[in-house]
């Protein structure tokens, strides 16, 4: 504020004051002000720079007695609020108010001091006084503080009527951001308040980053993504803005870009808590769990609110350590967190532990908090089949696919559940629901589906579908598809293939099981097929009974080779060895 006085007189002297007023000496800046005033005691431009150095250093009540000459004068006001932005400056909120509440008593019907005292009072958190010192006027900026005074206070619906007026009359894109703001905290939609305060002032700050909250949290992650990158251009050093885009980066999936911005925010800001969590969150998006786990425990130690400690237990349990994930997740729910995703996965981990019984209990409060929360009605059917309770698992998984008929899951484990129970007709049909799993195989064939006709004199490809064990369980009852058809072509890994050729010499055995959509070559030189099947599906047809299951020694043929060399007293030896 001096600088507007300079002008005549020790003009070199005041420039010097200004230099360490400006690299924060200002100790050396009341040195200079000391010296220049025991030879001018009269220059009003020392004395002003004077006093609001005093002020910068919480000194008011000298800074005041510095700057009594000059009250009455033209301009006293305005001596006055420049000395309060400087004692501003000394950290201390109080500081100004005092300053100001002080020019209001020489200068009572200022406006000019009414409207400042009450911007100090509202950030001092004294927005209770506002009232009263702007009662004498009147106009677009008192309705605008005694709104922003209702916001402070909390009285969200009371402040839009005085923050609307003052918008009508006087359209700024502070007002409108207040606008957004009360309506934010009272319930109300913000979107069209926070539109006209960008489209007022397309540098606002404050309100792009608030545009970008709430359109992430509707779920609209491009919106968000924009107006974060808008917000973080602005102020491209603060931390803020580059760790909320990390969040927004992240719910749209791209983890890699997540998490260089993660890294931009720690670079401005290494201790920002907010910052170290969305990077522990892409790290785990990337599968980096050991290095997602420390900028987890960053986090946690630097804002511990619960959230580092719930991510946390989810990159645990992926490594396999359960009892750190229950321990991880028992933190978050006791510093607060508690919604029902916590409790689903810490049933999770207490059931991979063994201790059903807490397993048990933490589903079923994520059930008592969402009653329709489908992924824990599967996982407490999980749980009910672990403890014996059958007839509740499948109740639980009928449940859980009512309410989400896309988690396989379910359908996969009530499957496996009545399987076990030997009811082989109702297990063997729910299995076929795996071809609904997100994860199924996209088939490239296109011949018709066999389901049950008659074989004789047809040709029938058989598809492979799951992992190398899946392949080798359901490759018993091939022999069954053999003796039916005409001719039988069997498709499996390629790791299987000479295995398959030997254990069915009748069949055309090719290896080639892959996740091409495309129809592969060699189906082309197979001449005209009838039907084709999966080779999960064939216990379906040929084991519908516990009679349908064979005795025999084995469907499987080993390579004699081998076998002779593993018989062989050289090997034996070899082994022996060792």
């Known amino acids: 504020w001096w600088r507007r006085l300079l002008g005549g007189g020790a003009a070199g002297l005041h420039d010097q004051i200004r230099r360490a007023h400006d690299r924060g000496d200002l100790p050396r ?34 800074s005041l007695d510095a700057i009594q000459p000059y009250a009455d004068l033209p301009g006293g006001v305005e001596y006055f609020i420049e000395l309060a932005e400087s004692a501003a400056r000394s950290g201390d909120a109080r500081n100004p108010v005092a300053v100001l509440e002080h020019a209001g008593r020489l200068h009572p019907g200022s406006r000019r001091i009414a409207l400042r005292l009450s911007d100090f009072l509202i950030e001092n958190g004294e927005a209770c006084k506002v009232t009263e010192v702007v009662q004498d006027f009147s106009g677009p900026e008192v309705d605008h503080l005694l709104g922003k005074s209702k916001l402070a206070e909390g009285q969200f619906e009371s402040a839009l009527p005085f923050l609307e007026r003052s ?9 409108a951001f207040d606008i957004a703001i009360a309506s934010l905290r009272a319930g109300i939609d913000a979107g069209r308040w926070l539109g006209k305060a960008v489209e007022l002032d397309p540098r606002h700050y404050d309100a792009w980053l608030a545009i970008g909250m709430t359109t992430l949290q509707e779920g609209n992650h491009a919106a968000a993504i924009e107006a974060l990158r808008r917000a973080s251009r602005l102020r491209p050093e603060q931390a803020e803005p580059h760790a909320h885009l990390a969040s927004a980066l992240l719910r749209a999936g791209e983890n890699e870009e997540a998490m260089d911005e993660a890294q931009m925010a720690l670079h401005y800001d290494s201790a920002y808590g907010p910052a170290w969590h969305y990077h522990g969150l892409a790290e785990q998006a990337l599968q980096q769990h050991d290095d997602a786990i420390l900028s987890f425990r960053r986090a946690e130690s630097l804002q511990p609110s619960g959230a580092a400690a719930a991510a946390m237990g989810v990159s645990l349990y992926a490594r396999g350590d359960y009892e750190a994930a229950i321990a ?10 508690g919604d029902k995703r916590l409790f689903n996965n810490l049933g999770l981990a207490c059931r ?25 009605w599967c996982n407490l059917g999980l749980v009910q089949q672990d403890l014996g309770n059958v007839e509740d ?10 309410l989400d008929p896309s988690i396989e899951e379910a359908r996969w484990y009530a499957a496996v559940v009545r399987l076990r129970e030997r009811d082989y007709v109702a297990g063997w049909g729910a299995y076929e ?39 080798i369980m359901f490759a018993s009852c091939v022999s069954h598809m053999v003796e039916n058809a005409g001719r039988v072509t069997l498709e499996c890994s390629r790791k299987l293939e000479s295995l398959f050729r030997r254990s069915f ?7 080639s099981l892959t996740n091409d959509r495309r129809v592969p070559e060699w189906v082309q030189g197979l001449g005209h097929v009838d039907y084709q099947v999966a080779i999960g599906s064939l ?31 050289e090997h034996t030896s070899e082994l022996q060895s060792h």
């Open 539 to 569: 216990p379906g047809h040929f084991r519908r009974n516990a009679e349908q299951f064979p005795v025999h020694s084995g469907y499987l043929r080993a390579d004699p080779e081998r076998v002779e060399y593993w018989r062989s007293e």
């Open 433 to 471: 629901g795996r071809w609904q799993s997100r994860t199924a195989r996209e088939v490239p064939f296109r011949f018709p589906a066999w389901r049950g006709e008659s074989l004789v004199g047809r040709h029938v490809l058989i598809y492979a579908e799951q992992g190398l064990g899946d392949q």
């Open 352 to 376: 991979e532990t063994g201790d059903f019984s807490s397993a048990l209990g933490a589903f079923e409060h994520a059930l008592k908090l969402d009653p329709r929360y489908a992924v824990a």
């Open 328 to 337: 991880a997740y028992r933190r978050a729910q006791g510093a607060g967190v």
């Open 393 to 402: 698992a499948l109740g639980s998984f009928s449940r859980a696919l009512e």
């Open 167 to 175: 918008f009508s009359r006087q359209p700024k894109a502070a007002t």
């Open 505 to 511: 010499p009748q069949v055309t055995v090719v290896g």
């Open 29 to 62: 800046a009341l040195e200079l002000c000391l010296s220049g005033l025991a030879d001018s005691p009269d220059d009003a431009v020392l004395r002003s720079l004077y006093a609001g150095t005093l002020a910068q250093q919480g000194r008011i009540a000298e």
